[in-house]
């Protein structure tokens, strides 16, 4: 079986805290990917259960599927966290303070690296195809094994996406919009 990478979105949120905290989905159902090459197209979707039977024994998250950049965060030690839901493959992870994660988690934070990717093998016949003069359509029901998850700079699947996180600054500015939302209601009603 031949390991096949795609690529996916991500964005970063203000986080207050010295934890380098990153989530995103690298996977996300029933949303193909078109890209065309001339006259020729070639699309793939990933169908909803097709994660239901892989392998997430060992996933690493990396920079760019790149094997001589230094593992970002993996599941063996709970760093990274997989979570199946009805929207995809959710990726969580803790970075551990190292210079490389650090500016890695910058770039995310302001938005230079948005996207995400993931390295797969499909199990036999896990996959359907189609194919025309000027189409290629591939349906993707059975994903073997995950490899890797990556934050990227160019995605295959537009969109995935990441971001830095900070839950506690996320629930403040939900707050502030709704005191906001507040204030203006009552200046509208108080001005009639």
């Given amino acids: ?3 096949e990478q795609r ?3 991500m964005r970063a949120l203000q986080n207050d805290t010295n934890d380098m905290k990153i989530e995103g989905y690298a996977v996300r159902y029933d949303e193909p990917a078109t890209h065309t090459f001339g006259e020729y197209a070639f699309t793939e979707v990933i169908k909803r259960g097709a994660l239901d039977n892989t392998d997430f024994s060992d996933v690493v998250l990396r920079y760019n599927h790149n094997d001589t950049w230094c593992i970002m965060a993996r599941t063996k030690n709970n760093s990274l966290q997989l979570i199946k839901d009805d929207i995809g493959l959710k990726i969580q992870a803790n970075l ?3 210079q490389s994660n650090r500016d890695i988690y910058k770039a995310i934070q302001s938005g230079l690296i948005d996207k995400m990717s993931f390295s797969f093998t499909v ?6 195809w189609s194919t025309t003069k000027k189409q290629t359509y591939r349906e993707i029901t059975n994903i073997n094994k995950l490899y890797d998850v990556s934050v990227v700079d160019t995605p295959f699947y537009d969109t995935t996406n990441v971001y830095a996180r900070s839950l506690e600054k996320l629930k403040q500015q939900q707050d502030e919009i709704i005191e906001f939302r507040k204030r203006k209601l009552l200046l509208l009603y108080s001005a009639k």
């Fill in 96 to 98: 551990i303070e190292t």
């Fill in 123 to 128: 199990e036999e016949k896990g996959d359907n």
């Fill in 7 to 9: 690529l996916l979105n």
């Fill in 1 to 3: 079986m031949n390991v």
